[in-house]
């Protein structure tokens, strides 16, 4: 019997180690124009893809960040009707945002048209309903390229992006920011991808210190993903409206019931609101990054 292969997630090599993951079977794997993608099969996680050594997705806990990407910033907004989503080629958080009877148009800005096809073949668990809904819209372009140039403005920007490498780098820089702070609307949210904070420290604060430049919040709010590893996932929220990420459970509460209470498996309002308590270590590096804009 051939011997299985272990498929590393070398994201970390620099740190001194390496997540390995057994493949029952490998269902795909390519080099993009953009990135190497490998999707694979494991016998705990299920399906998993890995795009240029860093896990995006698996079977097993996709809903925990997909959930909340989605569900904190549109139920803290409360009444976003357009929404952009910045990379998610997977359609993972789109199917998540159509959730969301009050969204009126769901934009997706994907540089890699091979991970859409892709996805359409091995997540039509996502693909399927998103690619169906009228609401939807997917276009192939750099995400810097577009908050650069649009005409077009939103209430909530959703960045699901790789690590800052390869075709994501460009968006973790302070101009890439600053084209999502053109593109909202006022009032409006910016949530962001921000790494695992124990690991990836810098990663969070040099965002933190863009957002504070740029907006009057900028903070992040955490939850625990279990493929992504190193304890707490952060996830970037920058605004101008500081009332945003302060409603209580009961407002939330009340806004998830007015949404008819769709289903989810990680995110309620509890914990909605209390994502954004954050850890000592991490509260001091939200806290020390940058210089807060004046307002
Ligand atoms: N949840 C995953 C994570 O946290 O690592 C991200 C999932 S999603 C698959 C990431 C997507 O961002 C990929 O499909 C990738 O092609 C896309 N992407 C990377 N750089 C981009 C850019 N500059 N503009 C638009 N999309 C980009």
């Keep these: 019997m051939a011997e299985k292969r272990w498929i590393a997630e070398t994201l970390f090599d620099d740190l001194g180690f390496r997540t390995s993951y057994a493949a029952e079977r490998v269902l795909y ?42 569900h904190v910033p549109l139920f803290a907004h409360g009444r976003a009707r357009d929404v952009l989503i910045i990379g998610g080629g997977d359609c993972g958080i789109a199917e998540e945002v159509l959730k969301h009877r009050s969204v009126k148009r769901l934009t997706q800005v994907e540089i890699d048209a091979s991970v859409v096809d892709f996805a359409k073949e091995h997540f039509p668990e996502f693909t399927k309903p998103v690619f169906a809904d009228k609401r939807f819209e997917c276009v192939i372009d750099d995400g810097m390229k577009y908050v650069a140039e649009t005409k077009r403005r939103f209430d909530v920007i959703i960045v699901d992006s790789t690590d800052p490498l390869g075709p ?29 904070p124990f690991l990836q420290s810098a990663e969070l604060k040099t965002s933190i210190a863009h957002f504070k430049a740029l907006f ?80």
Aim: proline share 3%; hydrophobic share 40%; net charge positive.
């Design 168 to 196: 994501g780098a460009v968006l973790f820089t302070p101009a890439f920011y600053a084209g999502c702070k053109r593109c909202l609307n006022k009032g409006g949210v910016l949530v962001t991808q921000n790494g695992v």
């Design 216 to 295: 009057a919040d900028a903070v992040c709010y955490l939850a625990a993903v279990p493929t992504y590893v190193g304890g707490h996932m952060a996830m970037g929220f920058a605004t101008d409206d500081r009332r945003l990420r302060r409603r209580s459970a009961k407002v939330i509460g009340e806004r998830y019931r007015k949404a008819g209470r769709f289903a989810t498996r990680y995110w309620t309002p509890d914990l909605h609101v209390g994502a954004f308590a954050l850890p000592r270590f991490i509260a001091e590096l939200v806290a020390g990054a940058g210089k807060r804009a004046r307002r």
């Design 29 to 70: 794997e390519t080099q993009t124009a953009h990135q190497h993608l490998v999707l694979f099969e494991n016998a705990f996680f299920g399906k998993m893809l890995m795009l240029d050594g860093a896990t995006q997705i698996t079977g097993r806990d996709e809903y925990v960040y997909q959930e909340m990407m989605s």
